[in-house]
C-alpha cells in the first residue's frame, strides 16, 4: 500500500505532539495499538480541559486584577489557552486518524457520514472565527472609549470637562454593551432619546457602528446551531472505533466555538442557548461540563440586561464604566479625597483592563486566524485522503 | 454701536451663527435659515448670500447687541470685553509664558489670574452657546471656523499652562499660601478644562457629521457625474480584464472636507482629545469603505459557508466582481484612504503622548486596511475550498493571479503591516493554488474513469480527446500561471510534511523517462498525455478491425498533434520533439493500416505464380481478378464508412493509398488484361479501370457508406 509507506516519515510531528504510534503500522493494523491511541486522545482531551477548569479562577468579578490562581473564566488570556488547547486537540486528533493511516479505512462506514459531517462543522466554524474577530474588533472599539474615559479621570485636578469627557465616554461604552440585537427595547429607547437634527451623532446609531457586519443574514446562534445538528455519541460497536475520536473532536469543535460567541460580541447571537448537548456518562466530556455550566451561569446572570458577550474583561468594564458614570453624575469640583481614592482605584482597574485588551485582543485574533488556517488545512488533508483512498478503489483500465 | 452695525453687516455670517438667541437655546429655529443651513453645509460658498440674507434677518436687529461682543474680527480698539482683544492679550501671555520656556527658566509666572482669562472664558462660552444650538453655521465660513478654532487653540494653550504650572507648583512648599493659590488656579483649570471639553465636544460632532455628510453625498464633486452609470458598467462587466472598464471612484472626501477636517483634528490632538478624534474617524471611514465596496463595485459580504452551498454559476457570478473589487482596492482606494488619512492626520506633531503621531494616519488605515483585506481575502480562501470541478479552474487561475500581481507592491501598499497581510494574501494564494494543481491533476481520474466500451462509429476522433485537448489548449492559455502553481505547490509540499497531494505519488512512475529539467506542470502535461495515450489505445482495441484501430488511432493523434501545434502554449510546452515523436507514431498507424489492409489485396496483383514458364495461367488470373475485385469492393464499403475528418490526413491516406494500389493495378492490368478474351470476359473480370479506383480511392474515408457503384 503505497499510501501507508508514503506516511511514515511523518514522525516528527507524532513525536512532538506525544502520540505514539508504531513507525510501521501495517494496514490491517495492529488492533491493541490503536485502542491504546484513541484512549491517549481520549485521556489528553479530558486532561486539556480539566486544567482549563482548574485552573479557573472563580472570582472572575472581583477586582483583584492580580488572579494569581490563574486566569479568570472567558477572560482574553483563558480565551487564549482555551485556543491552544484546541490547536492541540486538533493535531491529536489528526495524529490519531489520519495519519500512517490507510486512507481507505476513514472511507468506511460510519466514518463515511461521520468524517463529512466533521469537515462541514470545520467550515461552518471558518464563518464564527470571522465573525469573532469582527466581533473582537468591536471589543477594541470599546477599549479606545474607556481609555479616553481613563485619560479624562487620571487628569489631576480632576475637573468638570475631564470628568464630562469620561461621561461621554463611559456611557457610549455602556450603551454599546448593551445594544444586543436582542435588546430591541433598549434601543427603542434610545431612538426616541435622540431626537433632533444631531440624532445622526447621538447613542443609537453611535453604537451600532462600533462593529461591522457579516454577510446579509448571518447569524452565530444559527450557525453554532447548525453546527450542533447530528452532533451524537457513536453506540455499540461504533464507539470503539474512529467514530469516537471524530466525535470527539466535533464535540470540542462545537464546544470552543459556542465558546467564543458567548464570550465575543458577534452577529446575531439571539437564540445561542445556554446548553448542548455532551454525553454526560462519558469521562473526557465531564470538564467541559463543568466549563459549559459555569458559562451558563455567568450567562443567566448577565441575560436580563442583554449583554453582548461574557468576556471578562468587557463585564468589569461594564461594571467599572456603570459605577464610573455614577461617580461623574454627582460629581462636583472639587471633589473629597475620600472620594477620589476610590474612584482612583476604579480608574486604575479600568486602566488595567484597556492594558490587558491592549496586549491581548491582538494576539487572541491571531490566534483565532491560526484557528481558522488549521481547520482550512486539515480539511484539505482530510480531502486529500479521501481523494486518494478514492483512487485506490478505481478500477484500473 | 455704530462700529458694530457696520461690523455686523460686513460679517453677516457672523450673524447667522449667532441668529439663533443665545438665551433660549430651545427657540425653533426658522424655517428659511434651515434650508439655508443646509445648501451652506455643502456650497461652502455662500458668504455673499448669507451676506444677503443676514441683513434681511427679522431678528437682527434684536441680535446686535449680542453680536458686539462676539464678534471676532471687531477692531482691537472698540468697547470692552471683546473677544478679540481678549485673544490678544492672552496670546501675549502665552507668548511671554513660552519664552520663559524656552529661555528655560524654571519658574512660571504665578500669574495672579489676569481678570482677562475668565473674560475669555465668558465670551468664548457664549460663543459656543450660538454654536450648540444652532451647529449648522459652523464652518461655512473659513475664517469664522478658524477663529472658533483660534479660540480652542488658545484654551488648549492655556489649559496646558495651567495643568504644567500646577504640577510644578505642587511640589513647591509654600506653606501657607499654597492652598490658596492652588485652589484659584484649580478653579481656573476647571472652568478651562469644562469649556475645553464642551468646545472638544462640539468639535467631535462637527468632525463626525462632516465625515458622515460627505460620507452620504459620497462624492468628490469632480467625479460625480455620470457615475451611476459607470457602476452599473463594471457590476454588470464580466471581464475586469480590462482596465479601461474599471471605476476609479473613490469614496473620499471633498477637499475642503478635508481641510476642515484636518484643523479638527489638529486642534483636539493639541487640546488632548485626539482619541475621540481618531475613534470618530476611524470608524465612519470603516463604513464609509464597505458602503463603498457594496455600492460603487457591487461587492457583496457572503458567508464561507454560503459560497460552499453555492451553485457554480451564480458564484462564478462574483467572482470578476471579487477580483474588480480587489483591483479597485489595491491600486486605488487603499492609495486613496491613505492619503486621506495623511491629509487629515499626517502633519499632526507629537502632542498627545499615548498616540504616537505620524504614526495616527498609519495606524488608522493598518487596522481599516488589514479589516478590508481579510474579509476580501477570506472570499478568495472559501471559493478554494469549493467541491474541485474542472470548470473551475479558469476562474480560479484568474483569482490566484489576481492576488499574486499585488503581493510584491504589498510593502508600498500597506508600510504600517507587519508583514500579516501579505501572510494572509500568500496564503489564500496559495490555497487558490492548490485547488488549481488539484483540478488539474483531476484530468488524470477523469480521463482514468472514461472507461466507456463502446468504440465510437467509423475509428473518428474520440469525445473524450475533444475535451481533453480543448481543456488543455484552454488552461495553457494560463500556462505561466500554471507553472507557476505547479512549481509553489511543490515547494509548499517541501515546507509542510503532514499533506502530500496525490500528484507526487505517482510522480515516481513517470519520472523514468522525463529528464529532470521538466517543470512540474509540463511533466504533468505530459503525464495526462500519456494518460489519454494509454486510454485511446484501450479504445483502438475495442475495434474488431485492426485497420480501423490504427485509423482511430490515427484520427486522435492527428487531433492531438493538431491541437498542440494549434496552440504555441502547450507545444512550447511540450516540445517539438515530443510532436515530432508524435508523428512517427502516426506514420506506423498509417503502414500498419497499408498493410493490414491492402497488402492482401496488393498479394493478388502481384505477378508471381501467375507466369509459369511465360505461360498465364487463366483460371489462376480469373481468380486473381476476382479476388481483387470482392477484396476492393469489401474495402471500399466497409471504409467510405469510416471516418478522417482531418481533410489533410484524409487526403494524404488517399494518396498513400493511391500511390501503393494504383500503379499496381495498373502495371497488372497492362500485363494481363490481355490474356483476357476481350467482350464478356473482360467486362466480368475486370471491373475497375485504373481511374474507377482511385475515384473510389477517393470515397474512402468518408463517413457514408457508398454503396457498390
Keep these: 500500500m503505497p499510501a501507508t509507506t508514503e506516511n511514515n516519515n511523518q514522525g516528527s510531528f507524532l513525536g512532538r505532539i506525544s502520540i505514539r504510534r508504531n513507525q510501521v503500522m501495517s494496514m490491517d493494523g495492529s488492533h491493541d495499538q490503536e485502542m491504546e491511541d484513541l484512549e491517549l486522545f481520549q485521556k489528553h482531551i479530558g486532561d486539556r480541559f480539566s486544567e482549563l477548569l482548574s485552573s479557573t479562577s472563580e472570582d472572575s468579578s472581583s477586582s483583584s486584577s492580580s488572579s494569581s490562581s490563574g486566569d479568570a473564566l472567558l477572560s482574553i488570556a483563558w480565551l487564549r489557552r482555551l485556543l491552544d488547547e484546541f490547536l492541540c486537540c486538533e493535531a491529536e486528533f489528526k495524529a490519531v486518524v489520519l495519519m500512517g493511516r490507510d486512507p481507505s479505512q476513514i472511507t468506511k462506514p460510519p466514518l463515511d457520514k461521520l468524517l463529512p459531517d466533521l469537515l462541514d462543522r470545520g467550515v461552518k466554524s471558518l464563518d464564527v472565527c470571522n465573525a469573532v474577530t469582527l466581533g473582537l474588533d468591536a471589543v477594541k472599539n470599546l477599549q479606545r472609549l474607556a481609555e479616553i474615559a481613563v485619560a479624562a479621570l487620571e487628569q489631576t485636578p480632576l475637573g468638570d470637562g475631564q470628568v464630562r469627557r469620561a461621561k461621554k465616554a463611559l456611557s457610549a461604552l455602556v450603551a454599546a454593551m448593551l445594544n444586543d440585537d436582542s435588546n430591541a427595547a433598549a434601543k427603542g429607547t434610545e431612538r426616541t432619546r435622540s431626537f433632533g437634527r444631531r440624532a445622526g451623532n447621538t447613542n443609537a446609531t453611535k453604537y451600532k457602528s462600533l462593529s461591522w457586519s457579516m454577510a446579509k443574514n448571518w447569524s452565530a446562534a444559527k450557525q453554532i446551531h447548525a453546527m450542533m445538528s447530528n452532533l451524537t455519541a457513536p453506540r455499540g460497536a461504533e464507539s470503539s472505533g474512529l467514530a469516537q475520536p471524530m466525535y470527539m473532536m466535533s464535540t470540542v469543535l462545537v464546544f470552543v466555538m459556542w465558546t467564543l460567541v458567548a464570550a465575543v460580541p458577534c452577529q446575531e447571537r439571539n437564540g445561542l442557548g445556554t446548553h448542548f448537548p455532551l454525553p454526560r456518562q462519558l469521562g473526557w466530556a465531564q470538564p467541559m461540563i463543568g466549563l459549559q455550566e459555569k458559562i451558563a451561569e455567568e450567562w443567566k446572570k448577565k441575560e436580563k440586561k442583554g449583554n453582548v458577550g461574557l468576556l471578562e474583561e468587557m463585564q468589569r468594564m461594564d461594571k467599572l464604566g456603570q459605577s464610573l458614570i455614577e461617580f461623574a453624575d454627582s460629581f462636583q469640583f472639587p471633589t473629597e479625597t475620600e472620594r477620589m481614592d476610590e474612584v482612583k482605584k476604579h480608574v486604575e482597574e479600568l486602566g488595567d483592563i484597556c492594558k490587558k485588551m491592549e496586549e491581548g485582543l491582538e494576539p487572541l485574533q491571531q490566534q483565532i486566524r491560526e484557528v481558522f488556517h488549521r481547520v482550512v488545512r486539515s480539511r484539505t488533508e482530510f480531502l486529500l485522503a479521501l481523494d486518494q483512498a478514492a483512487k485506490s478503489t478505481t478500477p484500473a483500465l | ?709
Design chain 2, 1 to 709: 454701536m455704530e462700529k458694530n452695525l457696520a461690523e455686523n453687516s460686513g460679517k453677516a455670517e457672523d450673524m447667522n451663527t449667532g441668529d439663533n438667541t443665545t438665551n433660549s437655546p430651545a427657540a425653533p429655529e426658522p424655517e428659511d435659515n434651515k434650508l439655508d443651513a443646509k445648501t451652506d453645509g455643502e456650497g461652502e460658498k455662500a458668504a455673499d448670500s448669507d451676506h444677503a440674507e443676514g441683513d434681511q434677518d427679522p431678528k437682527e436687529e434684536e441680535k446686535k447687541e449680542e453680536e458686539e461682543e462676539e464678534t471676532a474680527e471687531a477692531p482691537p480698539d472698540s468697547p470692552p470685553p471683546n473677544l478679540e482683544k481678549v485673544s490678544e492679550d492672552i496670546d501675549k501671555l502665552l507668548a511671554t509664558q513660552q519664552h520663559n520656556a524656552d529661555a528655560n527658566k524654571k519658574e512660571v509666572t504665578t500669574f495672579d489670574t489676569p481678570n482677562f482669562i475668565p473674560i475669555f472664558l465668558q465670551l468664548v462660552e457664549e460663543k459656543m452657546k450660538r454654536y450648540e444650538t444652532n451647529e449648522a453655521k459652523l464652518g461655512e465660513n473659513a475664517e469664522e471656523k478658524s477663529s472658533f478654532l483660534e479660540c480652542v487653540n488658545r484654551i488648549s494653550k492655556l489649559m496646558k499652562h495651567f495643568s504644567e504650572y500646577a504640577q510644578s507648583h505642587q511640589e513647591e512648599d509654600q506653606e501657607e499660601n499654597k492652598d490658596k493659590v492652588k485652589g484659584k488656579t484649580d478653579l481656573i483649570i476647571n472652568g478651562l478644562g469644562a469649556l475645553q471639553q464642551r468646545a472638544m465636544s462640539f468639535l467631535e460632532d462637527e468632525f463626525r457629521s462632516l465625515m458622515e455628510e460627505s460620507r452620504n453625498q459620497a462624492k468628490p464633486a469632480e467625479q460625480n457625474q455620470n457615475q451611476k452609470g459607470k457602476q452599473q458598467q463594471v457590476a454588470e462587466s464580466s471581464e475586469p480584464e480590462s482596465p479601461a472598464e474599471m471605476v476609479t471612484d473613490f469614496p473620499g472626501l471633498p477637499e475642503e472636507t478635508v481641510t476642515k477636517l484636518s484643523k479638527i483634528a489638529k486642534e483636539m490632538i493639541t487640546g488632548g482629545y485626539g482619541k475621540e478624534c481618531c475613534h470618530v474617524y476611524a470608524l465612519s471611514r470603516r463604513h464609509a469603505f464597505e458602503d463603498g465596496m457594496h455600492k460603487l463595485l457591487g461587492y457583496e459580504k457572503l458567508s464561507i459557508d454560503e459560497v460552499q452551498k453555492m451553485q457554480w454559476e451564480p458564484l462564478e457570478r462574483e467572482i470578476p466582481l471579487w477580483i474588480n473589487t480587489w483591483k479597485e482596492c489595491t491600486s486605488v482606494w487603499f492609495p486613496g484612504e491613505w492619503r486621506l488619512a495623511e491629509s487629515v492626520f499626517g502633519e499632526e506633531k507629537e502632542q498627545d503622548s499615548s498616540l504616537s503621531t505620524n504614526n495616527i494616519a498609519a495606524s488608522l488605515f493598518a487596522n481599516l486596511s488589514r479589516g478590508i483585506m481579510i474579509q476580501l481575502l477570506n472570499f478568495a480562501e472559501s471559493v478554494a475550498m469549493t467541491k474541485r470541478a474542472s470548470e473551475k479552474l479558469f476562474k480560479f487561475l484568474d483569482m490566484y493571479e489576481t492576488l499574486r500581481d499585488v503581493i510584491p507592491d504589498m510593502e508600498s501598499l500597506f508600510p504600517a503591516d507587519d508583514g500579516e497581510i501579505k501572510a494572509e494574501t500568500t496564503s489564500a494564494k496559495c490555497r487558490l493554488g492548490e485547488a488549481a494543481v488539484l483540478i488539474f491533476c483531476d484530468l488524470e481520474n477523469s480521463i482514468k474513469s472514461e472507461t466507456g466500451k463502446t468504440p465510437v462509429a467509423g475509428g473518428a476522433v474520440h469525445p473524450l480527446t475533444r475535451y481533453i485537448m480543448n481543456y488543455l489548449r484552454l488552461a495553457c492559455e494560463y500556462k505561466d500561471t500554471l507553472e507557476e502553481v505547479f512549481k509553489e505547490h511543490s515547494k509548499m509540499e517541501r515546507a509542510d510534511s503532514t499533506s502530500r497531494p496525490q500528484y507526487e505519488d505517482t510522480k515516481p512512475n513517470n519520472n523514468n523517462k522525463q529528464k529532470e529539467n521538466v517543470s512540474p506542470f509540463a511533466a504533468q502535461l505530459m503525464r495526462v498525455m500519456e494518460l489519454l495515450d494509454t486510454n485511446l489505445e484501450g479504445k483502438a482495441k475495442l475495434y474488431k478491425e485492426v485497420p480501423l484501430s490504427c485509423i482511430f488511432m490515427m484520427n486522435n493523434g492527428r487531433y492531438i498533434v493538431q491541437k498542440i501545434k494549434g496552440s504555441t502554449e502547450i507545444y512550447e510546452v511540450m516540445g517539438e520533439t515530443w510532436c515530432r515523436k508524435r508523428s512517427t507514431e502516426l506514420r506506423t498507424y498509417h503502414k500498419n493500416y497499408q498493410v493490414e489492409t491492402w497488402s492482401k489485396i496488393l498479394s493478388s496483383l502481384s505477378p508471381k505464380g501467375l507466369n509459369e514458364n511465360g505461360k498465364v495461367h487463366k483460371p489462376v488470373l480469373k481468380e486473381r481478378f476476382k479476388s481483387f475485385n470482392a477484396a476492393f469492393e469489401e474495402i471500399h464499403k466497409t471504409q467510405s464508412a469510416w471516418v478522417v475528418y482531418d481533410e489533410q490526413l484524409q487526403s494524404e491516406l488517399r494518396v498513400s493509398i493511391s500511390a501503393l494500389v494504383i500503379p499496381a493495378y495498373r502495371s497488372f492490368l497492362g500485363r494481363f488484361s490481355q490474356y483476357l478474351d476481350p467482350g464478356r470476359q473482360t467486362v466480368k473480370y475486370i471491373k475497375y479501370q485504373a481511374e474507377d479506383v482511385e475515384t473510389c480511392i477517393d470515397e474512402l474515408f468518408d463517413g457514408n457508406p457508398h454503396g457498390r457503384r
